[in-house]
């Protein structure tokens, strides 16, 4: 029988004890069964195995059907916005904290695993986003999301000025520590910390959430997740803005310039076992309630 996936990417948290000894694993298991196994290059000098094949991740995205990231959701996010611009599956194995993108414990990674490798899962679209920043009507600087991009300034506390467009239309105008845009992946991240609400994964949606707003009336709206969302920056503002795609990138901003937020054509494919339940993995990171009956 043909198999599924011929060539898996391995890639890993570097200079992790716990994700290193989970790609070994892993790369034995691949191997010994007949799968073709690339390891990403930043991970691979921690693996004490010798003759692998390395490469980037950009030529994991290019050459393998399936990606396996061993790490936390952080170490996830920074695969994922590469990933997304090719057409390969993503499972995450947890080897962080909470884990909401990561499905595959690394205590009992063999058995879910197979299953996956045997055509027992299901497969997910998870859409991203793409912050632009423009100064005088030209493209400064761009970077993709898949959680969220933050505007805010560059030093803690301190509040800006911007008005806020969607699709064109003036929404409003805010002082505050700056703006949240996410996705519904990026709902229960940095979002969910600043009030925002829960957006379930298939909701084509994005929010918005005020920072610390300079005022009482000012709260969370989700808006059609196909919108155009611009934030034009006063001229009254201090320098030193920033926009952050994740947490990871950091788009420089000055003031009276636009950042463009908006829907990216890529995707990101997750791959999950058959048994997995969104509201499960809410219920288990979140500690809500079980059932009383």
């Known amino acids: 029988m043909s198999k599924l996936y ?4 391995l890639i890993g948290k570097p200079h992790h004890q716990g994700a290193s000894a989970t790609i070994e694993t892993l790369y034995r298991y691949l191997t010994d ?4 196994v690339i390891i990403e290059s930043s991970v691979a000098a921690s693996i004490e195995i010798e003759n692998i094949t390395v490469a980037s991740l950009t030529q994991i995205g290019e050459q393998a059907d399936l990606a396996i990231v061993v ?3 952080g170490y996830m996010l920074g695969a994922a916005r590469v990933l997304s ?3 390969i599956g993503v499972i995450g194995v947890n080897r962080g904290n909470l884990g909401f993108l990561t499905d595959l414990s690394p205590d009992e990674i063999i058995p879910p695993l197979e299953a996956i490798l045997n055509g027992k899962s299901r497969s997910e679209q998870r859409f991203i986003i793409e912050a632009e920043v423009y100064r005088h009507g030209k493209l400064k600087s761009s970077n993709s999301a898949v959680n969220e991009a933050v505007l805010h300034a560059g030093k803690v506390a301190s509040m800006i000025e911007f008005e806020v467009y969607i699709d064109g239309s003036f929404m409003f105008s805010q002082r505050s520590d700056g703006l949240i845009v996410s996705t519904p992946t990026g709902s229960t991240a940095y979002s969910m910390s600043a009030g925002g609400p829960i957006l379930t994964p298939n909701l084509n949606a994005l929010s918005l959430v005020p920072m610390f707003p300079h005022t009482l009336t ?4 989700v808006v059609d997740g196909d919108s155009e969302i611009k934030l034009i920056l006063a001229n009254e503002n201090h320098e030193n803005l920033q926009v952050s795609c994740d947490g990871h990138v ?3 901003v000055m003031p009276g ?5 908006k829907k990216s054509p890529h995707t990101l494919r ?3 076992p058959l048994d997995h339940d969104y509201f499960n993995v809410l219920r288990n990171k979140l500690s809500w309630g079980n059932k009383l009956y």
């Open 6 to 9: 011929k060539t898996i990417g």
């Open 33 to 36: 069964n007949d799968y073709r």
């Open 71 to 73: 790490g936390g959701d």
């Open 85 to 87: 611009c090719y057409e």
């Open 218 to 221: 000012s709260r969370p709206i």
């Open 250 to 252: 950091i788009l420089a």
């Open 257 to 261: 310039d636009e950042v463009i937020i």
């Open 270 to 272: 997750l791959i999950h």
